[in-house]
């Protein structure tokens, strides 16, 4: 079982298609970073259904120790930017991000990046769930933008459609 890191987006999009719980039965640890912390927090401020990191007590917030200086000229949120960094100390781990700058740079940093749906695929893998086409529809009705043919592609990858 591997050990992840998640920025913003991943966990966001988890609590609202209400299967952020499977993030602990994918990985052996779940860490995340003061920033996504302080970025959820002020999308609850602003009114925003967004999950309330300390009620999951499988989640760890951890800092990096630091964050390379060349990211800073990315244009990169602090969640993304220390997500990364985190997961630069941690080379084994996986870090979950959905931004595809941040992907890029990440791959780049030969980092091994999963995304969201990536997540979805796993969890049917292992069998937490039958079909993720339900779950792929509730992450668009939450606000997750995805094109038809990336839909149609992880449903494919998932054996759910041809």
């Given at each position: 079982?591997?050990?992840?890191?998640?920025?913003?987006?991943?966990?966001?999009?988890?609590?609202?298609?209400?299967?952020?719980?499977?993030?602990?039965?994918?990985?052996?640890?779940?860490?995340?970073?003061?920033?996504?912390?302080a970025?959820?927090?002020?999308?609850?401020r602003?009114?925003?259904?967004?999950p309330?990191?300390?009620?999951?007590?499988?989640?760890?917030?951890r800092?990096?120790?630091s964050?390379?200086?060349?990211?800073?000229?990315?244009?990169?949120?602090?969640?993304?930017?220390?997500?990364?960094?985190?997961?630069?100390?941690?080379?084994?781990?996986?870090?979950?991000?959905?931004?595809?700058?941040?992907?890029?740079i990440?791959?780049?940093?030969?980092?091994?990046?999963?995304?969201?749906?990536?997540?979805?695929?796993?969890?049917?893998?292992?069998?937490?769930?039958?079909?993720?086409?339900?779950?792929v529809?509730?992450?668009?009705?939450?606000?997750?933008?995805?094109?038809?043919?990336?839909?149609?592609?992880?449903?494919?990858?998932?054996?759910?459609?041809?």
């Amino acid at each position: 079982m591997s050990k992840a890191v998640s920025n913003t987006s991943p966990l966001l999009y988890l609590y609202r298609a209400g299967v952020l719980e499977w993030l602990p039965q994918i990985f052996e640890e779940v860490v995340t970073v003061p920033a996504v912390v302080a970025e959820l927090e002020e999308g609850r401020r602003r009114g925003y259904d967004v999950p309330q990191l300390s009620r999951y007590r499988w989640l760890k917030v951890r800092a990096p120790l630091s964050v390379p200086s060349e990211w800073f000229v990315t244009d990169l949120g602090s969640g993304e930017l220390e997500t990364m960094s985190l997961a630069l100390e941690y080379k084994t781990w996986i870090v979950l991000l959905d931004d595809r700058r941040a992907r890029e740079i990440a791959k780049a940093a030969g980092l091994n990046v999963w995304g969201t749906l990536r997540v979805l695929i796993e969890a049917k893998r292992i069998g937490l769930v039958e079909k993720i086409a339900p779950v792929v529809d509730k992450l668009g009705d939450s606000g997750m933008w995805m094109s038809k043919e990336i839909r149609r592609r992880i449903l494919r990858m998932a054996d759910e459609i041809e």
